[in-house]
């Protein structure tokens, strides 16, 4: 059995070895999306219903959506207060997004998870028609920071756009107070 289960952890590496390893370099965030992403590997368009917060959107049918490697403030927690800005970027996101047609991008990162989270949330990318991305917009603009809990596709990048927003003291930057 230990063989076995060496044997299948030895498969995975080797597997996530090869898909880590490109030939290309990727381009940073805000390029068109069609040039970063596959069309065809986990994505499709989809109908915003409404938006549950900054970070959580619902789609048609009826399906739940955490934007992948982001982390807006607070706004519905069970347990927590609304935090600073939460407002702020519940609203950004509603402006963005409601009754859109969006693109859904997946990643490789969470294929084991079957692309959810603990709650049953997907785990997406969010596309708009002219290629940006809904993510990286909320850090861009300092309505969010960097989720890097668990390792995404963007992460590098997303770490970058959230140094600069502070740099500037854009949004949240400017008006909370830092943890």
């Given at each position: 059995?230990?063989?076995?289960?060496?044997?299948?952890?030895?498969?995975?590496?080797?597997?996530?070895?090869?898909?880590?390893?490109?030939?290309?370099?990727?381009?940073?965030?805000?390029?068109?999306?069609?040039?970063?992403?596959?069309?065809?590997?986990?994505?499709?368009?989809?109908?915003?219903?409404?938006?549950?917060?900054?970070?959580?959107?619902?789609?048609?049918?009826?399906?739940?959506?955490?934007?992948?490697?982001?982390?807006?403030?607070?706004?519905?927690?069970?347990?927590?207060?609304?935090?600073?800005?939460?407002?702020?970027?519940?609203?950004?996101?509603?402006?963005?997004?409601?009754?859109?047609?969006?693109?859904?991008v997946l990643d490789?990162?969470?294929?084991?998870?079957?692309?959810?989270?603990?709650?049953?949330?997907?785990?997406?990318?969010?596309?708009?028609?002219d290629g940006t991305?809904?993510?990286?917009?909320?850090?861009?603009?300092?309505?969010?920071?960097?989720?890097?809990?668990?390792?995404?596709?963007?992460?590098?990048?997303?770490?970058?756009?959230?140094?600069?927003?502070?740099?500037?003291?854009?949004?949240?930057?400017?008006?909370?107070?830092?943890?």
């Open positions: 059995m230990r063989i076995k289960i060496l044997f299948l952890l030895g498969l995975l590496a080797a597997a996530a070895l090869e898909a880590g390893s490109t030939t290309h370099q990727e381009p940073r965030v805000g390029t068109s999306a069609q040039s970063r992403e596959s069309p065809n590997a986990g994505s499709e368009k989809r109908l915003v219903i409404r938006v549950i917060d900054g970070d959580t959107i619902v789609v048609s049918p009826n399906e739940k959506v955490r934007l992948m490697g982001v982390d807006t403030p607070e706004t519905i927690h069970p347990k927590k207060a609304v935090q600073c800005f939460g407002k702020d970027a519940k609203e950004f996101t509603r402006r963005m997004v409601e009754r859109r047609s969006l693109r859904l490789a990162s969470n294929a084991a998870r079957n692309h959810k989270d603990r709650y049953g949330r997907t785990l997406a990318y969010v596309y708009f028609d991305m809904l993510n990286a917009e909320l850090i861009r603009q300092g309505y969010a920071h960097a989720y890097t809990r668990f390792p995404f596709r963007h992460l590098v990048e997303f770490r970058e756009l959230e140094r600069t927003a502070r740099a500037e003291s854009l949004g949240l930057w400017s008006s909370c107070p830092l943890k």
